[in-house]
């Protein structure tokens, strides 16, 4: 009878054992599966809302970049159509509580990004608010436009939190994107891309000439300060060379500068500066099938090519019966181009053209245009730098846009009393011709197309 008891009160231990055993297994799994929908549901929503952060800020950038753009006729509608669209495609459920978008602005000065803040609510702007972007009046002096934020939630049901009463929790994720501009040129006229130590990488010396409405940049040396009547520089405008790869400056043959009252006139040696890999177009963009070509009408497009053309062209393929430059992209792909004296007394206005080349291009005397490819006047492969894959000379030619020699030299040493209008940048420059000019003119910076990108 004894043994009997016991026996049942073994049987009875085990069963209780075995239930607190069940409850344990029944957690460990409940958190299993609970901790398993939170990470998948968060990587779901991180997705929806990384990818409806980079749509909305594309279809916001298509807007605000876009000739004749007027924010009072603009639309959010492709904005919030596309952070929809993308939220959707990665399961976040729509509606207001789950998804919300908000304009990003950045500081100009500190680079510092936050939400725009709505001055009628104080809270941050949502896109949708007033059916069309913010005004420059409305995101405040100082900032700008940068991208859009996007705020996703994701709820689920749960396992184990539901047995103690919390039958549902949410996951929630920001995701920020923004465009991002190439504007380091707005601030120069004169560039040096050459890294090795040279004092005349930059050399500017001749008399009464001018840079002004931008600054002179150089990965080496610099040579400043002019015989006769001196060189013009713009007050408060950047001009800094790398330190110790020596200079030759003249300051009292210099008027200007970065601070006219400073002993050094505020010049200053700093470290170089690498541009972008991909700044500079290829001369596959101007070439027949290229994304720049094709920006082109056909009667203003001018092929030149290596089987028929293999040493260049001169002023026979480029004018006019005149002598007058023929408005169009001259794209020359084999040898040099050679242009002298050009005519100006039949043509008032300027002419429109763009000069592409894998070779030198020269150019003596006669010049008078305005660029009709991406603001550029010269773009060239070449990597001739005596005296220059771009070799301007002759006198009172007036140009504008972009002379661009990544690979080589740009001279204006034989030009007199010349203007540009735009800016000058390859390996070197040499500028000592006489009553020559440049004036930084910001719209002829090459004008990439704005990258997306996601940032923290």
Same mark, same amino acid.
């Given at each position: 009878?004894?043994?009997?008891?016991?026996?049942?009160?073994?049987?009875?231990?085990?069963?209780?054992?075995?239930?607190?055993?069940?409850?344990?297994?029944?957690?460990?799994?409940?958190?299993?599966?609970?901790? #398993?929908?939170?990470?998948?549901?968060?990587?779901?929503?991180?997705?929806?809302?990384?990818?409806?952060?980079?749509?909305?800020?594309?279809?916001?950038?298509?807007?605000?970049?876009?000739?004749?753009?007027?924010?009072?006729?603009?639309?959010?509608?492709?904005?919030?159509?596309?952070?929809?669209?993308?939220?959707?495609?990665?399961?976040?459920?729509?509606?207001?509580?789950?998804?919300?978008?908000?304009?990003?602005?950045?500081?100009?000065?500190?680079?510092?990004?936050?939400?725009?803040?709505?001055?009628?609510?104080?809270?941050?702007?949502?896109?949708?608010?007033?059916?069309?972007?913010?005004?420059?009046?409305?995101?405040?002096?100082?900032?700008?436009?940068?991208?859009?934020?996007?705020?996703?939630?994701?709820?689920?049901?749960?396992?184990?939190?539901?047995?103690?009463?919390?039958?549902?929790?949410?996951?929630?994720?920001?995701?920020?994107?923004?465009?991002?501009?190439?504007?380091?040129?707005?601030?120069?006229?004169?560039?040096?891309?050459?890294?090795?130590?040279?004092?005349?990488?930059?050399?500017?010396?001749?008399?009464?000439?001018?840079?002004?409405?931008? #600054?002179?940049?150089?990965?080496?040396?610099?040579?400043?300060?002019?015989?006769?009547?001196?060189?013009?520089?713009?007050?408060?405008?950047?001009?800094?060379?790398?330190?110790?790869?020596?200079?030759?400056?003249?300051?009292?043959?210099?008027?200007?500068?970065?601070?006219?009252?400073?002993?050094?006139? #505020?010049?200053?040696?700093?470290?170089?500066?690498?541009?972008?890999?991909?700044?500079?177009?290829?001369?596959?963009?101007?070439?027949?099938?290229?994304?720049?070509?094709?920006?082109?009408?056909?009667?203003?497009?001018?092929?030149?090519?290596?089987?028929?053309?293999?040493?260049?062209?001169?002023?026979?393929?480029?004018?006019?019966?005149?002598?007058?430059?023929?408005?169009?992209?001259?794209?020359?792909?084999?040898?040099?181009?050679?242009?002298?004296?050009?005519?100006?007394?039949?043509?008032?206005?300027?002419?429109?053209?763009?000069?592409?080349?894998?070779?030198?291009?020269?150019?003596? #005397?006669?010049?008078?245009?305005?660029?009709?490819?991406?603001?550029?006047?010269?773009?060239?492969?070449?990597?001739?730098?005596?005296?220059?894959?771009?070799?301007?000379?002759?006198?009172?030619?007036?140009?504008?846009?972009?002379?661009?020699?990544?690979?080589?030299?740009?001279?204006?040493?034989?030009?007199?009393?010349?203007?540009?209008?735009?800016?000058?940048?390859?390996?070197?420059?040499?500028?000592?011709?006489?009553?020559?000019?440049?004036?930084?003119?910001?719209?002829?910076?090459?004008?990439?197309?704005?990258?997306?990108?996601?940032?923290?």
């Amino acid at each position: 009878m004894i043994q009997r008891m016991r026996q049942n009160s073994e049987h009875g231990q085990a069963a209780i054992i075995l239930a607190l055993a069940m409850i344990g297994l029944l957690a460990t799994v409940g958190l299993a599966l609970d901790g #398993g929908m939170v990470y998948w549901n968060q990587r779901r929503a991180q997705n929806g809302a990384d990818a409806a952060a980079i749509s909305g800020t594309t279809a916001l950038v298509n807007q605000v970049l876009a000739k004749n753009y007027n924010c009072t006729a603009s639309t959010e509608e492709p904005i919030l159509d596309l952070v929809e669209q993308y939220t959707q495609n990665n399961e976040v459920p729509e509606g207001e509580d789950n998804v919300q978008a908000f304009y990003l602005v950045e500081d100009y000065a500190t680079k510092r990004r936050f939400d725009l803040i709505n001055p009628t609510t104080g809270r941050p702007w949502a896109v949708g608010t007033t059916g069309r972007i913010p005004c420059s009046t409305e995101i405040g002096a100082g900032n700008d436009l940068a991208g859009i934020h996007v705020k996703a939630t994701f709820p689920q049901d749960t396992f184990l939190a539901g047995v103690i009463g919390i039958a549902e929790t949410q996951v929630t994720v920001d995701a920020y994107a923004i465009y991002e501009h190439r504007t380091w040129c707005t601030d120069f006229a004169v560039y040096a891309l050459q890294t090795t130590c040279d004092q005349n990488a930059i050399h500017i010396s001749g008399a009464s000439d001018s840079v002004t409405g931008g #600054g002179i940049h150089s990965n080496s040396g610099l040579h400043l300060g002019g015989g006769g009547q001196g060189i013009t520089l713009e007050e408060g405008r950047p001009v800094e060379y790398q330190a110790g790869c020596g200079t030759a400056i003249n300051t009292g043959n210099i008027t200007g500068g970065p601070n006219p009252s400073a002993p050094d006139l #505020g010049i200053a040696g700093t470290e170089p500066t690498t541009l972008p890999d991909d700044f500079f177009y290829e001369f596959e963009d101007f070439a027949p099938g290229g994304f720049i070509a094709a920006e082109i009408p056909a009667s203003m497009y001018h092929y030149f090519p290596a089987s028929t053309y293999p040493n260049g062209i001169g002023n026979n393929e480029v004018t006019n019966t005149d002598g007058s430059l023929r408005d169009g992209l001259y794209v020359v792909e084999s040898g040099d181009v050679k242009l002298n004296n050009l005519s100006q007394s039949a043509n008032a206005a300027p002419w429109r053209a763009t000069i592409v080349s894998r070779g030198q291009v020269k150019i003596s #005397g006669g010049i008078n245009q305005m660029p009709v490819a991406r603001g550029i006047f010269v773009f060239t492969e070449s990597s001739n730098r005596n005296p220059g894959a771009v070799d301007l000379s002759g006198s009172s030619n007036r140009w504008a846009g972009m002379l661009a020699a990544p690979n080589g030299s740009v001279s204006m040493s034989g030009a007199r009393n010349s203007d540009l209008a735009g800016m000058i940048i390859g390996q070197t420059v040499d500028m000592t011709g006489s009553d020559n000019s440049i004036h930084h003119r910001p719209e002829f910076c090459p004008m990439n197309p704005p990258r997306v990108l996601l940032v923290n």
